[in-house]
Nanobody, 125 residues
């Protein structure tokens, strides 16, 4: 069983930055795809970005350019750098992982087996 634990959320003013981290543990086989999702109050969970073990990334178009996904395979860590934050970025951010390859062109929740508990990001104007 894989455990994912997010950290790094917090409250920032618009225009600010945050770095979210996700620590993976407990797995006996490789995770082949890691991703970040977010869910704002009253809205559905939406994909942000994913990354495969080779470092290839997919971003949701609306967030491309402000958010950056990265990883450290040796440390079993996944990161999300949030820049130029806006109040509409306020949401719970979730780390997700899958033992199979990332799906081409999409970042959707059913493609991921393992989920963290989330870390809250609040952006004030």
């Amino acid at each position: 069983q894989v455990q994912l634990v997010e950290s790094g959320g917090g409250s920032v003013q618009a225009g600010g930055s945050l770095k979210l981290s996700c620590a993976a543990s407990g797995y006996g086989y490789d995770i082949n795809c890691g991703a970040w999702f977010r869910q704002a109050p009253g809205k559905e969970r939406e994909g942000v970005a994913d990354i495969d073990r080779a470092g290839r990334t997919i971003y949701v178009d609306s967030l491309k350019g402000r958010f950056t996904i990265s990883q450290d395979n040796a440390k079993n860590m996944l990161y999300l750098h949030l820049n130029s934050l806006k109040p509409e970025d306020t949401a719970m951010y979730y780390c997700a992982a899958a033992p199979w390859p990332c799906s081409p062109g999409t970042v959707v929740a059913p493609d991921f087996r393992y989920w963290g508990q989330g870390t809250q990001v609040t952006v004030s104007s």
